[in-house]
Every structure is written in structure tokens, then in C-alpha cells.
Nanobody, 123 residues
């Protein structure tokens, strides 16, 4: 199994920054692809970004490109999401996720999820 623990959420004003962290553990095979989703109230969960933990290739949804950066520290078993230039529409619960594989077309299908960390951006 895989355990994912997120931290780093909070409340910021528009234009501010936050860095989310996801400490992961468990069977390594199930953590070759890791990333973040978010879910705003009344909306479906949406993919934000993910990273191939073996090769460090990264993928982003269009709405966060140029503002968010996903990275990893394998020595700490941690994946980060640096969020800059935050907007009110970034307000959501952010979930860390893991999968055995990042597919070559840039998609992925997580099998494991964290409990989430809340991000609130005020205007």
C-alpha cells in the first residue's frame, strides 16, 4: 500500500504563494508517478500536475502553467507543489495522488490518495 500525507495549505491573498508538500511511503512500484488534484466546493475533482518520479518529467493543466511548479526530493520521499501568483479560483482542497505509471501521452490514473490540504485565496 501507499501512504500520502499532505501539508502546507492555508489562506493567502491573491498574488501570494504557498508550497504544498506530500510525504509518501509504501511500495515503491506504486509511486512511480505522483502529483496533485484539487476540488473546489460544488465542482468535480480536477487534475493539477504530476511528475514521473523516475525521470522527473512534469505535466501541468493549462490553468496553472507558468504559476505552479511540481518537484520532488527523493531523499525525503516528498513531492512539492510550489504555487505562485495565486488566484481566487485556485481555492480548493488539494490532494496528493500516486500511481504505478505515468503514461507516455501525459495522462495518468492514480490509485492512491491523500486526505487533502485546504488552500484558500482571497481577492
Amino acid at each position: 500500500q501507499v501512504r500520502l500525507v499532505e501539508s502546507g495549505g492555508g489562506s493567502v491573498q491573491a498574488g501570494g504563494s504557498l508550497r504544498l508538500s506530500c510525504v509518501h511511503s509504501g511500495y515503491t512500484y506504486n509511486r512511480n508517478c505522483m502529483g496533485w488534484f484539487r476540488q473546489a466546493p460544488g465542482k468535480e475533482r480536477e487534475w493539477v500536475a504530476h511528475i514521473n518520479t523516475g525521470g522527473s518529467t512534469t505535466y501541468y493543466t493549462d490553468s496553472v502553467k507558468g504559476r505552479f511548479t511540481i518537484s520532488q526530493d527523493n531523499a525525503k520521499n516528498t513531492v512539492y507543489l510550489q504555487m505562485n501568483s495565486l488566484k481566487p479560483e485556485d481555492t480548493a482542497m488539494y490532494y496528493c495522488a500516486a500511481a504505478p505509471l505515468c503514461w507516455s501521452d501525459g495522462t495518468w490514473s492514480p490509485n492512491y490518495w491523500g486526505q487533502g490540504t485546504q488552500v484558500t485565496v482571497s481577492s
